[in-house]
């Protein structure tokens, strides 16, 4: 039996692997799929424990481009913060990772496909559903969900056959990626637990030593195309904006949430350039688009969002939203100031040749010119006419 396993080199999918081979005699062939996070050294000791676990063939696909394209432009133009903190940073990824691992699963004929996930959380709805649209009819194998293994069992059945066991698989379950790094472990099951001092792998400091600092950011129909004047493509922006942000440790979060299988659920993160580039683009939006624009494509954009989250990306819907939020962008063109200081940041200019701030036409609180005193005077007259009305019924609230 060949099978195909999205691996990423952490502890569930390298006792995947292994088990498949050992108790299926099964021929595995790993992919893992590189959505930002992963440098050389990274996916060459990924490489490595593939081997290690008994897989037949490794492969690697390079989706950072892929995934900004399709997943992250649009959480970017959507402003799209789940719980108004959390920009979505896995479901997007997974997606991704599960579109490349199906791609590979057709091109070698397998028979079946497989993952890591577990029966508790997000990761396995978004592999399945991703699967039994791209893939009709293959069978789907998850040995971590079927033996509701724990991660202390995976360990001692990997040390039991004298098999690698990743680096801190048993304290912290960690993923990076492109659009930023998520914790998972002990302390996220209760809602009073603060993250251990070594949760970010930095013993929790922040830098205070650091010196604020602007930045500039260019953007075009509501993408970013420039860092500080040099312009950069998607990922390599969003890389080269999180290099700029670690010393000032921007961007660390929790979030507390309903998670697809309708439990509540609770991460940590760190997403500096995601947090950063949402904020910043919301605010060009307000210099760019009208106030019903911008109302209508952050409800669709949140809903979208939620959908991305619960991993039904491949609802046509998505492409009926995408399709109004890429027109909702064509003016969003400017650049944003962004000042950068220790654990903060603020959205201190924003400049665009779409404008829709005319000091010609008027300076709020201070003068006018389309206008005279009597028309103002008429507009508040007449605005107040539903609430007139109704006061006359006796709606007119407690005072």
Same mark, same amino acid.
């Given at each position: 039996m060949r099978v195909v396993l999205a691996f990423s080199g952490g502890l569930d999918t390298s006792f995947c692997a292994a088990?498949?081979?050992?108790?299926?005699?099964?021929e595995i062939f790993t992919v893992t799929v590189n959505t930002g996070g992963m440098d050389r050294d990274e996916l060459d000791r990924i490489a490595a424990q593939s081997r290690a676990v008994g897989a037949a063939a490794h492969h690697e696909v390079d989706a950072r481009q892929s995934v900004f394209d399709h997943f992250v432009a649009t959480l970017i133009r959507g402003n799209v913060l789940r /719980?108004?903190?959390?920009p979505v940073s896995v479901a997007a990824e997974?997606?991704?990772q599960a579109i490349e691992v199906a791609r590979i699963a057709r091109e070698l004929a397998a028979d079946a496909v497989a993952h890591g996930s577990t029966g508790a959380g997000n990761d396995q709805v978004r592999f399945d559903v991703a699967f039994h649209v791209l893939l009709p009819g293959v069978p789907i194998i998850t040995p971590v969900r079927e033996l509701g293994l724990s991660r202390d069992d995976a360990v001692a059945w990997l040390r039991e056959r004298g098999l690698p066991v990743p680096a801190g698989a048993s304290r912290y379950s960690v993923n990076r990626g492109l659009w930023g790094t998520t914790l998972g472990g002990g302390w996220t099951h209760d809602p009073w637990a603060a993250p251990p001092a070594d949760a970010w792998g930095d013993g929790g400091r922040q830098d205070t030593a650091a010196a604020p600092s602007d930045l500039v950011l260019a953007w075009r129909? /509501?993408?970013p195309i420039a860092l500080d004047g040099a312009e950069l493509s998607g990922p390599d922006i969003v890389d080269a904006l999180s290099a700029r942000l670690e010393p000032f440790a921007i961007g660390r979060g929790i979030h507390l949430g309903e998670?697809?299988?309708g439990i509540k659920g609770r991460i940590g993160f760190e997403a500096g350039a995601a947090v950063v580039l949402v904020h910043a683009h919301r605010e060009l939006e307000k210099l760019t688009m009208t106030r019903w624009q911008a109302f209508w494509k952050d409800h669709l954009a949140q809903f979208w969002g939620d959908r991305l989250h619960e991993g039904q990306a491949f609802d046509p819907v998505m492409r009926d939203i995408e399709a109004l939020i890429v027109s909702s962008q064509r003016h969003v063109t400017g650049e944003t100031r962004v000042r950068l200081a220790p654990g903060a940041f603020q959205v201190t200019g924003v400049r665009s040749p779409n404008s829709l701030m005319d000091t010609a036409v008027a300076r709020y609180g201070?003068?006018?010119?389309?206008w005279s005193g009597d028309e103002a005077r008429a507009f508040a007259k007449i605005v107040a006419i539903p609430?007139?009305?109704a006061a006359?019924?006796?709606e007119v609230g407690p005072w």
């Open positions: 088990w498949l081979a050992a108790e299926k005699g099964a /719980g108004g903190v959390y997974r997606t991704q129909e /509501g993408l998670t697809v299988l201070e003068s006018n010119a389309l609430s007139l009305l006359r019924h006796g």
